[in-house]
């Protein structure tokens, strides 16, 4: 029965062969459906991470407080990653200077466009100048902008800041990511042109938490 039951998932595996339910590798560049803006509150990296962080992003004296994590591409079920681009892996340092701003690690950035920039089917040039259209689309509400204390938050409260902030962003949009304590991320999905739509796999993947922690921003 056992050796049966195994035959019988294989099946269905096999007859379902187009379906990405996670990442998804040497997909087709360019052929995606939407993308998925990660912006990662930083001081909640840094902490979580503590020693192993990234000291170009938690060491310096700058208040990083929203970074961008990346732009991703999706499918409406899963997401590509690594595939294999015409370009060369390494991000050169000229362009990686261009976008510490706004995604302040050249190893974040490098990591980005290996993983996700490379299905994107654009060039590393134009992807990461997308990845900035990207994040000058999305207004950041004001209270987060000087959080000078840990503070508890309940995550459908940022969402509802966000939303509040950004017309036509609707609460199936967007995605806030926690871990067991702290606030991680805000996920907001965009279409190719950039435009809000809604997402529903990434939307139920929100946290769950009643409050999770935000560390307040860095430096001075």
């Known amino acids: 029965m056992r050796f049966l039951r195994r035959i019988a998932a294989a099946a269905l595996l096999a007859a379902a062969p187009c379906i990405a339910l996670?990442?998804?590798?040497?997909?087709?560049?360019?052929?995606?459906?939407?993308?998925?803006?990660?912006?990662?509150?930083?001081?909640?990296?840094?902490m979580a991470e503590g020693a192993e962080a990234n000291e170009q992003q938690c060491g310096g004296a700058r208040p990083y407080a929203f970074v961008v994590h990346g732009?991703?591409?999706?499918?409406?079920?899963?997401?590509?990653?690594?595939?294999?681009?015409?370009q060369a892996d390494r991000v050169p340092d000229r362009l990686v200077q261009d976008y510490l701003d706004i995604a302040p690690s050249a190893g974040l950035i490098g990591h980005q466009?290996?993983?996700?920039?490379?299905?994107?089917?654009?060039?590393?040039?134009?992807?990461?100048?997308?990845?900035r259209e990207a994040r000058q689309r999305i207004v950041v509400p004001s209270e987060f902008s000087q959080l000078t204390a840990p503070h508890m938050m309940a995550p459908d409260e940022v969402e509802k800041l966000f939303v509040s902030a950004n017309p036509g962003l609707e609460s199936e949009g967007i995605a806030v990511v926690c871990d067991r304590r702290y606030m991680r991320e805000?996920?907001?999905?965009?279409?190719?042109?950039?435009e809000?739509?809604?997402?529903?796999?990434?939307?139920?993947?929100?946290?769950?938490?009643?409050?999770?922690?935000?560390?307040?921003?860095?430096?001075?």
């Not at 466009?113 to 990845?131: I, P």
């Not at 809000?196 to 001075?220: S, Y």
């Open 186 to 194: 805000v996920r907001i999905c965009l279409t190719r042109d950039l």
């Open 113 to 131: 466009w290996r993983k996700h920039g490379s299905c994107s089917g654009l060039g590393q040039s134009d992807y990461f100048a997308l990845m």
């Open 22 to 46: 996670s990442g998804e590798r040497d997909a087709e560049p360019g052929a995606f459906d939407f993308y998925v803006l990660s912006l990662s509150w930083s001081p909640s990296y840094c």
């Open 71 to 86: 732009l991703w591409p999706q499918y409406e079920r899963g997401y590509p990653e690594f595939c294999r681009s015409r």
């Open 196 to 220: 809000f739509r809604t997402c529903q796999e990434v939307d139920r993947k929100a946290c769950r938490l009643k409050k999770a922690l935000m560390p307040p921003t860095r430096g001075g």
